[in-house]
């Protein structure tokens, strides 16, 4: 970049270092909801909780903008002085994902048009084309001007652009923009032709624009996935045009953020993420039901995107109201989940919502205060979480989450799965998490990351369905491997490169050399068939492929039983040493018991001891390190209480005093500083 180049000054303005001290706790609070006077006592009653952070402002544009190009800031000058009167630092959300009436009745071009061709009313939200180019005009000029008024307000710490990137939408504009994207990507039509293999059903293109917006229906596989990285890079565009806009503004010290959703597959998100400055969730348990686990492996996913700490944005205050039976979470259960997120590397915990809005589409929906201010029945125990997280500050500043095994989650191989599962039940959220299950049990620490992040620092790193194999990263995965690393694929793994076709060799296609081993046939099962071998023996659902080696070094750890069946004595799991590590392929959707044992195997081997040994089931076990700070998480999950024996005393950070051995009740957390320090 030349010097002076706006790029760079934007640059140098990214804020790169958030601040991780103390703990953010907050919540969601939308005081242009509410009579003026009632401000003071809100954010006092907020105050008793502990929260030291509020949002404001995403979906007010209405009332920051009443007419075009007429802004009345004022009643936000007053409802921030408000906050920080009473000590809170403020977030601020850009309104951008409810366009105003004014907007959309003199500007009907900018609402979103569905894959069916209907186009979008007023009256909800999400309702604009993420293409269109007016309505980024108009989201920049209200983004700016919130940035000019606010960009150095030392109160306001950050930003959060719209809300929840959601849908894409198939208007006009988004096609022409899809055929200046496959433009830009295979520069000639032959080029997209040869690639996607058009001849077959005589699809053969003459012109970009031929090419349909499709993310649904009977189409090329190609098609659809580079839909998915096309709707990626409007939306990462659609996000960068509100934050440079910001950063024009704000001092570096105000951060950009923006609030993603449970296990989203709408876009990429660690390539949404790439120029923003931290990354946040919005974490609910929709059935009031948690399965620690996977809520786990979520936190896990959002600290991979920039593969530091990250916020938990918006957290339900009890209860969600968009499923069809909305259960609130068990007494102990919201603090529980947010002792969680702070274990996962979480530095801020926002809930939502402050208080039931009178009328709107969210009046069942859990909150702190109810429609007359008064606390509710999760008030109390949201205390007591902002109390400890308060306590804990000190000891928790600085620290993050540590991992020496790495998942590799690619975008690209979960939708060239999801375009063709090939089995109904080859959910790729759940393969991934019959892998993660027993790694996150057992380690107590995973990192999950995509699959270009630098590997060197793992012992492990395990790829459970890398479907999407460019012989890039392919060369990147042996390298790691020949350097001393431990690599496993899953099933499904090398079969596709990066246009979505089958790569000429079998699976794991250009890893077959380096395996020793290929797959010669995958099949889908309907019932279970027999496996045994090193890690014992038991079952296969779903999925089996047959492995065949071709080099004496491979070796053949697991073998199908299938009387009369393709898969009889064949291989199904095969592994190999190279260079100075080992490349491990498993061909199989093995069961829960099975991956247990090959969790344990592969820590073994690369000398992964976990965080605590000996704990009870149901307890989950995180630590954060950093700052010369240890400080190690306990969560009994479980309905009964657990007994926990520490290796040495550790000091209780919560109550004080040291604890040793102890019995944790259930739903119960123990937060515990370990003198001794150490890595993990
Ligand atoms: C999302 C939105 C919030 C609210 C909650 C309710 O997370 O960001 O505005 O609607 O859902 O679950």
Not at 22 to 38: D, K, L, N, T, V
Not at 288 to 311: C, E, K, M, T
Not at 606 to 628: F, H, N, Q, T
């Amino acid at each position: 970049m030349p010097p002076g180049d706006p790029k760079e000054k934007l640059a140098a303005a990214r804020n790169t270092t958030v601040a991780p001290a103390p703990i953010a706790f907050g919540a969601a609070w939308y005081p242009e909801q509410w009579p003026e006077a009632q401000w003071a006592h809100d954010l006092a009653l907020m105050r008793k909780t502990r929260m030291n952070v509020v949002r404001v402002g995403e979906f007010a544009w209405s009332t920051m903008e009443p007419r075009q190009g007429e802004f009345d800031f004022d009643w936000l000058d007053r409802a921030i002085d408000a906050a920080v009167a009473q000590g809170f630092d403020v977030v601020l959300g850009t309104p951008t994902a409810a366009p105003p009436a004014w907007l959309t009745e003199a500007y009907p071009d900018v609402l979103r048009v569905g894959e069916d061709g209907v186009r979008a009313g007023h009256g909800g939200r999400r309702h604009f084309s993420f293409a269109s180019a007016r309505y980024r005009r108009f989201a920049r000029r209200i983004a700016s001007e919130m940035a000019r008024r606010y960009g150095r307000n030392p109160n306001v710490i950050g930003w959060q652009i719209d809300n929840e990137i959601g849908p894409p939408s198939f208007d006009g504009e988004a096609r022409a923009r899809w055929s200046a994207w496959l433009e830009a990507k295979y520069v000639s039509v032959d080029e997209l032709n040869a690639r996607w293999s058009t001849a077959y059903w005589s699809q053969t293109y003459q012109r970009f624009d031929q090419v349909p917006l499709r993310a649904t229906g009977q189409q090329n596989p190609a098609l659809l996935l580079d839909f998915k990285r096309f709707v990626t890079d409007v939306w990462t565009d659609y996000v960068d045009n509100q934050a440079s806009a910001i950063r024009e503004h704000a001092d570096g010290r105000q951060w950009i953020t923006t609030n993603t959703m449970h296990w989203n597959g709408g876009f990429d998100h660690p390539k949404m993420h790439r120029d923003l400055d931290l990354a946040a969730w919005d974490n609910y348990i929709p059935d009031g039901r948690p399965d620690w686990l996977d809520n786990g492996a979520q936190h896990d996913l959002v600290r991979g995107y920039l593969r530091r700490n990250f916020w938990v944005m918006e957290t339900q205050a009890g209860h969600v109201d968009w499923v069809e039976i909305n259960r609130a979470l068990d007494p102990g259960q919201v603090r529980e989940m947010g002792w969680q997120a702070i274990g996962h590397g979480a530095d801020g915990l926002l809930y939502w919502q402050w208080r039931s809005a009178l009328n709107g589409q969210e009046q069942y929906y859990g909150v702190l205060a109810g429609p007359g201010g008064e606390p509710t029945y999760i008030f109390d125990e949201i205390a007591r979480t902002g109390a400890e997280f308060e306590r804990a500050a000190p000891a928790l500043a600085g620290t993050a989450p540590r991992a020496e095994v790495a998942m590799l989650f690619s975008y690209d191989s979960r939708w060239a799965i999801e375009i063709q599962r090939h089995h109904r039940d080859f959910e790729p959220i759940a393969a991934f998490m019959s892998w993660y299950r027993p790694l996150r049990t057992q380690a107590q620490a995973v990192d999950i990351v995509p699959v270009d992040a630098p590997l060197d620092d793992y012992r492990l790193v395990v790829a459970p369905h890398l479907n999407v194999l460019p012989a890039s990263d392919a060369m990147r995965l042996e390298a790691y491997v020949r350097r001393g690393g431990c690599l496993v694929l899953g099933p499904r793994s090398g079969m596709k490169d990066e246009f979505n076709a089958l790569h000429t060799e079998r699976q794991p296609g250009p890893l077959v050399e380096a395996l020793g081993a290929r797959v010669e046939q995958f099949y889908a099962l309907d019932e279970a068939v027999g496996v045994s071998g090193a890690l014992g023996s038991g079952e296969v659902r779903i999925w089996g492929e047959m492995l065949r080696t071709r080099s004496p070094a491979t070796k053949v750890l697991m073998r199908y039983r299938h009387p009369g069946g393709w898969l009889d004595t064949e291989a199904a799991m095969v592994a190999r040493e190279l260079g100075k590590g080992v490349i491990t392929y498993v061909g199989a959707w093995l069961d829960d018991a099975l991956m247990q044992v090959w969790a344990a195997r592969a820590l073994e081997r690369v000398g992964i001891e976990p965080i605590l040994a000996d704990v009870p089931d149901g307890v989950e076990v995180a630590s954060r390190v950093g700052a010369g700070s240890r400080v190690l998480i306990l969560i009994n999950h479980a309905d009964t209480p657990r007994r926990i024996a520490l290796p040495r005393a550790m000091v209780d950070v919560l109550a004080g005093g040291e604890l040793r051995k102890f019995e944790l009740p259930a739903h119960e957390v123990a937060v515990l500083q370990d003198p001794a320090g150490g890595m993990r």
